[in-house]
């Protein structure tokens, strides 16, 4: 099966600094990524995804994220953040390549972005 | 109400009590989804339910029974749960069937389960 690896567990940042939160994923042929967001007692709400074509993706809140094949990574960048981005963030793949599991997420532990004034 | 709801958002239940979760979207999708989200841990699928037929069973134990009268419509029936077990569950939808490539899936709320 895919993991995935978020190499950071909390990330510190305050208000109006630039922000990466890292991602790799252990598979090397083609896949899906995604980014999740999930505010406080709220599901998770899609960031952005990448499917195929530009290797820079831009989602929604200002957020983006390159995919890097060489590197199997999709680490996800914001140049200035506000307080409401404070979220628990969750990268995830989907490998198309694995038959009756296609398209099935896999998802990394999660990466709590806290954003201080 | 829009999107994916999960009722009730808060559930305590002693190891001998059988409750039920449900989870309803109204976005008009074919594929559902039960995720167990534990502290610290990947988000975990346990069911996946295309045209109201489950496609998948991720080695969840029968404590955990999952229903699905329609594709609007998911259920997750409890019984005799373990302290273990207490997470929060998430219900999700997407549009193409499961296993559609790169299709968005969207999340409820989620409830948040405590085992006594």
């Known amino acids: 099966a895919q993991s995935v690896t978020q190499l950071d567990s909390q990330v510190p940042v305050f208000e109006e600094a630039p922000v990466e939160l890292r991602c790799n994923y252990s598979?090397?042929?083609?896949?899906?990524l995604f980014w999740y967001v999930q505010y406080p007692n709220q599901g998770l709400q899609l960031l952005l995804k990448?499917?195929?074509?530009?290797?820079l993706v831009k989602g929604i809140n200002g957020f983006e994220a390159e995919f890097n094949k060489s590197q199997t990574s999709f680490h996800l960048r914001k140049p200035s953040v506000h307080i409401s981005d404070t979220a628990e963030y969750f990268c995830a793949v989907s490998d198309p390549s694995r038959g009756s599991t296609l398209g099935r997420l896999y998802f990394g532990r999660g990466t709590q972005l806290t954003v201080w004034p | 109400e829009t999107g994916v709801t999960q009722t009730p958002r808060h559930l305590v239940m002693g190891m001998t009590n059988k409750k039920s979760l449900k989870c309803e979207q109204h976005l008009g999708h074919n594929a559902m989804y039960w995720y167990k989200q534990s502290a610290k841990k990947p988000l975990e699928l346990m069911f996946v339910?295309?045209?109201?037929?489950?496609?998948e069973n991720n080695s969840v134990p029968s404590r955990f029974s999952p229903e699905c009268p329609n594709s609007s419509h998911l259920f997750l029936h409890l019984h005799t749960l373990q302290p273990e077990d207490s997470a929060l569950y998430l219900c999700?939808?997407?549009?193409?069937?499961?296993?559609?490539?790169?299709?968005?899936?969207?999340f409820g709320p989620g409830t948040r389960l405590t085992v006594l």
């Open positions: 598979s090397s042929v083609s896949v899906y």
């Open positions: 339910y295309n045209f109201k037929e489950q496609t």
């Open positions: 999700a939808s997407s549009q193409k069937a499961a296993g559609a490539l790169g299709d968005t899936q969207y």
């Open positions: 990448y499917l195929s074509g530009s290797t």
